[in-house]
């Protein structure tokens, strides 16, 4: 990680990931620990009404991305804040010392999304955003790479390893005139009273809370599908051969996203794992048909790796890779 002393006398840490992975329960530790500022973009918006309105289809809200960093612009330079959201290419780059990006096993986070009770749409684009790593490879084209760091969030203990390397990384940050993060409680201390439901920032201690107290209802799951194929003519075959068999299919947006001019207007802005839907559906469109393609664009292994996913509820979990590359 690079550390960076600019005009700032304390960092300014953005923690980032698909919906779940923990960033509300890792930042509320975090805060804590180096008794820093606790963004929770999501819940800023809600609060200031930084948004275009309720999208019913995507089930969010549309957030308007000039109104958050307006209403952000100052307290980020004064530094000694953690962001929290699930998108990252959007704020200015200059804001963050460090990019944290969790990262969270596909079968934990599905089962904590289902918890949530989260619509099949709005669980499989968040799966599938995980899967392709949509976060980090956000986080890897909007920031300088060495500020970016990916980190495991599958367990309580993870939170506390990742809580005890950023706090270890503020505390080292070369500012000024002082050392920047306080000297908190100790990390475990934290998350136990955030279990406990004392911590100081209630939203943590109320999203754990709900996780224990809603163990063992979780749905059963989807039967999930990976193929990896270089070519668009095989995912067609493959999609109408599985379609036939009664499955749902759901497409993988990196692929279009890689093939298609990025959005810069935000309600077409793809950044929040909500959003992908209606991104799919406008950049499908876009992407040139198998005929359209060049040779180039119809065996490229990085435009078409990664294709797409199938959902059923009939059977178990099963995920099954086909490897496929052309030399
Ligand atoms: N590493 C972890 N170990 C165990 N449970 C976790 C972990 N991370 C998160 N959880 C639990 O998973 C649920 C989701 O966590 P949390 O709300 O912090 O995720 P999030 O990434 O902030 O989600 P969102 O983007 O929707 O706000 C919570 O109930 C939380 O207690």
Redesign the pocket.
Known sequence: MVQESGKRKKPNILVT????????????ALAEAIEFHHI?V?ELVKEKNLHDGWDDELDCYVLNEDLVCDELEDVMEAGGNIV???GCDFFPERWFDCVVV?Q?DNT?LYD?LS??GYKDSKLSNNIECEIFQVLLEEAKESYQEDKVIGLK????E??SRNVATLTDWVRNWPCPSQRCGKRGRPVEEILNSIKSGTAKHKE?AR??????SEEGEVPQRNATFFFYHPCYFLEDALKALFKCLGFQIGTNTRAHKRSTMKPSNSEENPSTPENNASYEQKTSQDVPSYAEQSDDQKCSTSQNFVSFYLFSHQIPLFIITFQYIYF
Not at 17 to 28: D, F, S
Not at 153 to 156: G, K, M, Q, V, Y
Not at 207 to 212: V, Y
């Open positions: 990931g698909t919906p779940g992975t923990g960033k509300t329960t890792t930042c509320t929770n999501g929290d959201y699930h969790l969270t934990i904590r918890r949530r969030s599958d367990t309580i993870d939170i943590g999203r754990m809370e709900a996780s224990e």
